[in-house]
């Protein structure tokens, strides 16, 4: 209502303090608008805010910025928290990154167990028509073949079963 009545500086003054307060939705805005700005750094900053108040978007996007070292220094362990705490909060993309870093040990000790059960939790929450691109879906599919290929029957069994410790509300 003030940015419409012209009141912007006081209108960015107030949502500045709701960001700072930990609102999810106007921290990812300036998160935005800092990307919209290409300032990779300014957006980081936000995206940790977030992170730190229990977005799961918000850590999702900050893990993906330490992990390959966008507008952070690179701490591949630091992101693999985040990942888990953003797939603790159900975000579907978190667990494509767990599976990934579990698989080669990238941020924790590899662990194909684990790999496998984060991989099945993200094609069953992610199903092929929410992808924007086939190729995502395709990729992901792909990464699970792989990791079964590797897999003997006993650790797809205890992925299986760690699959539903993780999510017990899906269907596996």
Known sequence: MLAERRRVAEAEE?????????????IQTFAGEALAKSDLEAAVKWYRRGAEVGDPNAQLSYAWSLRHGKGVSRDVVESFKWYL??????????????????????????????????????????PRHTFVHASGYEEVRKLKAKLVEQASITQISEAMRRARDLRPDLKL
């Open 14 to 26: 107030w949502k500045r303090r709701a960001a700072e307060n930990g609102d999810a939705f106007t």
């Open 85 to 126: 705490a953003s797939a603790k909060g159900q975000h579907r993309g978190a667990y494509v990154a767990l599976a990934e870093m579990y698989a080669v040990g990238e941020g924790t000790e590899r662990d194909l167990v684990e790999a496998l059960a984060n991989i099945e939790i993200a094609v069953r929450v992610w």
